[in-house]
């Protein structure tokens, strides 16, 4: 998906600091942030960043992109585009909460977590959502989790770290209080499961919930996740040189690109560059509680 690589590529510079207006790569985040307005399809949802037969994960991850540099630069030229992005979202938001590859479609947890990722990206940048759409988004995370504190992806599952990682981490932006039993629960299980060695997409998510609880948690998986990207990073003196490839179901997917974008945007997740990433977060709330 163009979009979806294009948006990863410009929220790994985002997440440095480097906007289009600062930072040695100003030429290349204006290019990526001008191609998504330009492929952005204007309907009668919204504006449309979808490719590909999974074109919600596309679009999500887009509109973060679009999102945060308006949140970062207030330049006027994404702020129409990202609210257009943002509705395309409410308006393929599923009656139980949840969102999937296509709108209207009956939701799955991997795919709500980027729609909630995104919507949240846009109210940092005043670009807000109704409340009933969070209402029903959180209803639906909530409809996925056990009795002993997991969230699956379709249904309530045990042991799945990653779908888990992601409702832990939609529930903070929600306004859960960190210490609550359901959050506090599952965060637990993802500290013990620890980072993944493959898996990136787990990884990432797991980082911004542990980054978010702080104190020992954090500390101890900060130390494996950051050891295990610097000794894993490419150093072949090839044009692969500085990027990271695990051969896991996502990699082969993604390719290289997607790998060392979310390795580059789990590395500067406590840089705090990109207001998505930053402890106020969770405490600015999208629904008063």
């Not at 943002?86 to 909460?97: L, N, P, S």
């Not at 500085?242 to 979310?262: C, E, I, K, N």
């Amino acid at each position: 998906s163009s979009t979806a690589a294009t948006g990863l590529a410009v929220m790994s510079l985002l997440g440095a600091g480097y906007t289009h207006q600062a930072g040695p790569y100003q030429k290349e985040v204006k290019a990526g942030l001008d191609f998504l307005v330009k492929s952005m399809r204007r309907t009668k949802r919204g504006g449309s960043l979808m490719r590909g037969e999974r074109g919600m994960y596309s679009h999500a991850i887009a509109t973060i992109a679009l999102a945060e540099a308006f949140a970062m630069t207030q330049d006027t030229d994404y702020a129409d585009a990202t609210s257009f992005a943002r509705y395309y979202i409410e308006t393929a938001q599923h009656k139980k909460g949840g969102w999937r590859y296509n709108p209207g479609n009956a939701g799955d947890m991997t795919v709500t977590g980027w729609q909630i990722m995104a919507l949240k990206s846009c109210q940092l940048g005043n670009s807000k959502t109704p409340d009933h759409v969070w209402i029903n988004a959180e209803m639906f995370v909530d409809s996925l989790r056990t009795s002993s504190g997991w969230y699956g992806y379709l249904q309530p599952e045990e042991k799945k770290p990653t779908t888990t990682a992601v409702a832990v981490l939609m529930k903070m932006y929600m306004g859960a209080d960190s210490e609550s039993s359901d959050v506090s629960i599952a965060a637990d299980y993802i500290a013990d499961a620890g980072p993944s060695k493959t898996d990136m997409y787990y990884n990432y998510y797991g980082t911004q919930v542990m980054f978010h609880r702080g104190g020992k948690q954090w500390k101890a998986w900060n130390d494996v996740q950051r050891e295990h990207l610097i000794t894993t990073q490419d150093r072949s003196g090839t044009h692969r040189t500085g990027s990271w490839y695990f051969d896991d179901p996502h990699g082969q997917v993604g390719g290289r690109l997607y790998t060392t974008a979310m390795e580059i945007m789990t590395l500067e997740v406590y840089y705090r560059y990109m207001p998505l990433y930053d402890h106020n977060v969770v405490s600015d709330p999208v629904l008063d509680r």
